[in-house]
Protein backbone atom coordinates (compact mmCIF):
# COMPACT_ATOMS: atom_id res chain seq x y z
CA UNK A 1 0.00 0.00 0.00
CA UNK A 2 2.59 2.73 0.38
CA UNK A 3 3.64 1.95 -2.96
CA UNK A 4 0.49 2.80 -4.25
CA UNK A 5 0.50 6.89 -4.13
CA UNK A 6 3.99 7.42 -5.38
CA UNK A 7 2.86 4.97 -8.51
CA UNK A 8 -0.29 6.72 -8.88
CA UNK A 9 1.75 10.04 -8.83
CA UNK A 10 4.20 9.21 -11.70
CA UNK A 11 1.50 7.86 -13.55
CA UNK A 12 -0.28 11.32 -13.49
CA UNK A 13 2.70 12.86 -14.26
CA UNK A 14 3.48 11.32 -17.23
CA UNK A 15 -0.15 12.08 -18.75
CA UNK A 16 0.94 15.31 -19.11
CA UNK A 17 1.21 17.08 -22.69
CA UNK A 18 4.38 16.66 -24.41
CA UNK A 19 6.94 19.22 -24.37
CA UNK A 20 6.83 21.74 -27.54
CA UNK A 21 9.04 21.51 -30.10
CA UNK A 22 11.30 24.31 -30.45
CA UNK A 23 10.34 26.52 -33.13
CA UNK A 24 12.07 26.28 -36.35
CA UNK A 25 13.14 30.06 -36.48
CA UNK A 26 14.79 29.73 -33.35
CA UNK A 27 17.38 26.64 -34.67
CA UNK A 28 17.79 28.42 -38.19
CA UNK A 29 20.82 30.81 -37.44
CA UNK A 30 19.63 32.80 -40.10
CA UNK A 31 16.86 34.03 -38.58
CA UNK A 32 18.71 35.17 -35.62
CA UNK A 33 19.37 38.81 -34.76
CA UNK A 34 22.67 38.50 -34.90
CA UNK A 35 23.09 36.77 -38.73
CA UNK A 36 22.04 40.51 -40.97
CA UNK A 37 24.64 42.72 -38.79
CA UNK A 38 27.44 40.26 -39.03
CA UNK A 39 26.63 39.92 -42.59
CA UNK A 40 26.94 43.35 -42.88
CA UNK A 41 29.72 44.02 -40.75
CA UNK A 42 31.67 41.36 -42.85
CA UNK A 43 30.92 42.74 -46.41
CA UNK A 44 32.22 46.36 -44.80
CA UNK A 45 35.07 44.22 -43.53
CA UNK A 46 35.84 43.26 -46.79
CA UNK A 47 34.99 47.00 -49.17
CA UNK A 48 37.56 48.67 -46.49
CA UNK A 49 40.27 45.35 -46.95
CA UNK A 50 39.58 45.64 -50.84
CA UNK A 51 40.81 49.58 -50.67
CA UNK A 52 43.27 49.11 -49.14
CA UNK A 53 44.69 46.69 -51.13
CA UNK A 54 44.08 48.39 -54.24
CA UNK A 55 45.70 51.71 -52.42
CA UNK A 56 49.23 49.90 -51.81
CA UNK A 57 48.66 49.01 -48.03
CA UNK A 58 49.05 45.04 -48.06
CA UNK A 59 49.52 45.04 -44.08
CA UNK A 60 45.87 47.26 -43.35
CA UNK A 61 44.31 44.96 -45.78
CA UNK A 62 45.73 41.68 -44.17
CA UNK A 63 44.87 43.33 -40.86
CA UNK A 64 41.26 43.39 -42.39
CA UNK A 65 40.88 40.08 -43.50
CA UNK A 66 41.94 38.42 -40.61
CA UNK A 67 39.30 40.31 -38.53
CA UNK A 68 36.78 39.11 -40.70
CA UNK A 69 37.61 35.21 -40.53
CA UNK A 70 36.11 34.42 -37.44
CA UNK A 71 32.39 36.30 -39.10
CA UNK A 72 32.86 34.18 -41.46
CA UNK A 73 33.38 31.38 -40.29
CA UNK A 74 30.31 32.04 -38.15
CA UNK A 75 28.43 33.13 -40.92
CA UNK A 76 28.79 29.94 -42.57
CA UNK A 77 27.63 28.01 -39.86
CA UNK A 78 24.50 28.13 -40.89
CA UNK A 79 23.37 25.23 -43.48
CA UNK A 80 22.59 27.08 -45.75
CA UNK A 81 24.05 30.54 -45.47
CA UNK A 82 21.82 33.59 -46.83
CA UNK A 83 23.30 34.68 -50.41
CA UNK A 84 24.39 37.48 -48.58
CA UNK A 85 26.56 35.72 -46.04
CA UNK A 86 27.92 33.48 -49.19
CA UNK A 87 28.96 36.62 -51.13
CA UNK A 88 30.43 38.32 -47.87
CA UNK A 89 32.45 35.27 -47.32
CA UNK A 90 33.32 34.66 -51.11
CA UNK A 91 34.61 37.88 -50.85
CA UNK A 92 36.23 37.66 -48.46
CA UNK A 93 38.25 34.55 -49.50
CA UNK A 94 38.67 36.35 -52.58
CA UNK A 95 40.84 39.21 -51.80
CA UNK A 96 42.83 37.08 -50.00
CA UNK A 97 43.53 35.19 -52.98
CA UNK A 98 44.52 37.78 -54.70
CA UNK A 99 46.82 38.82 -52.11
CA UNK A 100 48.46 35.71 -52.19
CA UNK A 101 48.34 35.65 -55.75
CA UNK A 102 49.94 39.33 -55.96
CA UNK A 103 52.93 38.13 -53.42
CA UNK A 104 53.38 34.86 -56.13
CA UNK A 105 51.84 32.15 -53.35
CA UNK A 106 50.57 30.71 -56.13
CA UNK A 107 49.41 27.81 -54.64
CA UNK A 108 48.13 29.07 -51.54
CA UNK A 109 46.16 31.55 -53.62
CA UNK A 110 44.50 28.13 -55.12
CA UNK A 111 43.45 26.95 -52.37
CA UNK A 112 41.99 30.40 -51.70
CA UNK A 113 40.23 30.25 -55.17
CA UNK A 114 39.03 26.61 -54.81
CA UNK A 115 37.10 27.42 -51.49
CA UNK A 116 34.92 29.82 -54.02
CA UNK A 117 35.18 27.64 -56.66
CA UNK A 118 33.30 24.77 -54.60
CA UNK A 119 30.89 27.50 -53.20
CA UNK A 120 29.94 28.66 -56.53
CA UNK A 121 29.62 25.21 -58.29
CA UNK A 122 27.19 24.17 -55.95
CA UNK A 123 25.29 26.98 -55.20
CA UNK A 124 21.48 26.97 -55.85
CA UNK A 125 19.13 28.14 -56.97
CA UNK A 126 21.74 29.42 -59.85
CA UNK A 127 21.93 33.40 -60.82
CA UNK A 128 23.34 35.58 -63.02
CA UNK A 129 25.41 37.01 -59.70
CA UNK A 130 26.33 33.14 -58.83
CA UNK A 131 27.53 32.78 -62.74
CA UNK A 132 29.43 35.31 -62.87
CA UNK A 133 31.49 34.78 -59.57
CA UNK A 134 31.93 31.08 -60.82
CA UNK A 135 33.56 32.18 -64.22
CA UNK A 136 35.43 35.14 -62.05
CA UNK A 137 37.06 32.27 -59.92
CA UNK A 138 37.95 29.63 -62.83
CA UNK A 139 39.56 32.36 -63.90
CA UNK A 140 41.75 33.19 -61.50
CA UNK A 141 41.89 29.52 -61.14
CA UNK A 142 43.93 29.50 -64.05
CA UNK A 143 46.34 32.65 -63.47
CA UNK A 144 47.49 30.39 -60.52
CA UNK A 145 47.57 27.09 -62.62
CA UNK A 146 49.33 29.29 -65.43
CA UNK A 147 51.96 30.18 -62.65
CA UNK A 148 52.49 27.26 -61.26
CA UNK A 149 53.35 25.58 -64.78
CA UNK A 150 56.47 28.34 -65.15
Known amino acids: ?4 PPIVALLLASCGSAPQAPDSSSLDPTRQPWYAPTTQQLADLNRRANDAFQAGKQDQAAALIE ?15 TLEAMEAVSDLDDLYGRMLLSNRHYGWARLQFQKNLARWKRWKPESEESIRRLKQVNAELAECDRHLEE
Not at 1 to 4: D, I, Q, S, T
Open 1 to 4: MRWL
Open 67 to 81: QGQPLAKRLLEATPP
